[in-house]
């Protein structure tokens, strides 16, 4: 028996998501009684790749080539089913992210595996093993059996939280010599530099349709960058263009928790609360008393949200001057 963790990177670092899953796949492995090997692939420099093992792997495998540096499924499921037959892999762990959510039910087929997507926790029953996740918008949670002997999870954002477990680990270099060429190539790449990623961000600043227009957002921008958070959007703002799809959270966007949700002019669609309500604190400026955005809030200012996120900055800056006196 062992666990597989497959720790995917962005531009050579690791994102939040990825941490929490070497954390939590840590505990799992101590509960297992087994070894946490977490599995990279690209280029990353020396300091990225003592990560790992602060966060909690036993073991370090580095699959670096340039052929890994676009998601190819079909070289990218060979190279984790070579790991797994080779290290006697039974628990196989992903992040709920882009890369996790392409590579884990493929693995599972190949592996002949049972796959749990997004689950929010530690098993609730090794023997037989047993998984909580969310289904229903978040209104309800699912137990899931997996009765196979290998089984695939990908685990939920924000459902864990990444601690320092460990030490630094000498990386180990994975052969690939036997693996298939890459069937897609990547044509272009747009990098945001710079941006905090939404599902890495301590602090989210969102807008719905109360903003009125794309240039409003930029209210939101100001105050996210005075902040250090990300921006955040709803369904119908991304639909209409206003914003970037990539920033839509709910149902069918990003599932994110950050510590503080602000939400302005958004009304609070179960759909949307679907991929927030696990924020630590929310608060919401709506001009409506009786949106159901305040049910869900922590505090709540009824106003006019393009009169209080102007004041909001101001203040914001004011009190970050004052500090920097
Ligand atoms: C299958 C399905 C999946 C969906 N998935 C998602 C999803 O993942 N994410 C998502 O967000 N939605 C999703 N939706 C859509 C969802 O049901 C809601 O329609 C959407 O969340 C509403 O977006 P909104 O709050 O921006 O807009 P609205 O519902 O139009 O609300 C706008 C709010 O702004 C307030 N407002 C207006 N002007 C101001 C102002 N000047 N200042 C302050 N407040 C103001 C209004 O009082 C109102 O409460 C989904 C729907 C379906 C059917």
């Known amino acids: 028996m062992s666990l597989l963790i497959f720790a995917d990177n962005h531009n050579g670092h690791f994102p939040k998501h990825a941490r929490e899953l070497i954390s939590y796949g840590r505990r799992m492995a101590e509960d297992l009684n087994t070894q946490t090997i977490v599995l990279v692939t690209g280029a990353l420099s020396d300091e990225e790749l003592l990560l790992p093992g602060k966060y909690g792997a036993h073991r370090v495998l580095v699959a670096d080539d340039p052929r890994f540096e676009v998601l190819d499924h079909k070289l990218y499921t060979a190279l984790i089913e070579q790991v797994v037959s080779e290290k006697g892999v039974t628990h196989l762990l992903f992040s709920y992210s882009p890369a996790g959510k392409a590579l884990a039910p493929l693995a599972a087929a190949r592996l002949q595996a049972g796959y749990v997507s997004a689950v929010t926790g530690l098993p ?75 599902t890495d961000a301590d602090i989210v600043i ?21 902040l250090g958070g990300a921006v955040a959007c709803t369904r119908p703002v991304s639909d209409e263009g206003w914003r970037p799809p990539e920033e839509h959270a709910g149902q069918t966007g990003k599932i994110i928790a950050p510590d503080l949700y602000f939400a302005f002019g958004i009304s609070g669609a179960i759909q949307h609360l679907a991929g927030v309500s696990g924020s630590k604190v929310i608060a919401a400026v709506n001009k409506d008393p009786d949106a159901p955005i305040f049910e869900a809030a922590d505090y709540g200012i009824v106003g006019d949200a393009l009169e209080v996120l102007p004041r909001l900055i101001e203040e914001v800056k004011k009190r970050k001057a004052a500090r920097n006196r």
């Open 124 to 198: 609730e029953n090794y023997d037989p093993f047993t998984v909580r996740k969310m289904i229903f918008s978040g209104k309800v949670f699912a137990s899931v059996e997996i009765s196979t002997e290998k089984k695939v999870i990908t685990l939920a954002p924000n459902a864990w939280k990444e601690e320092i477990l460990g030490e630094a680990v000498e990386p180990e270099k994975v052969s690939f010599a036997g693996l298939p060429q890459p069937v897609t190539d990547r044509l272009s790449l747009e990098r945001h530099e710079g941006r905090i990623m939404l």
């Open 206 to 226: 969102s807008g719905g349709r109360g903003m009125q227009n794309a240039e409003n957002f930029r209210l939101l921008e100001e105050l996210a960058g005075l």
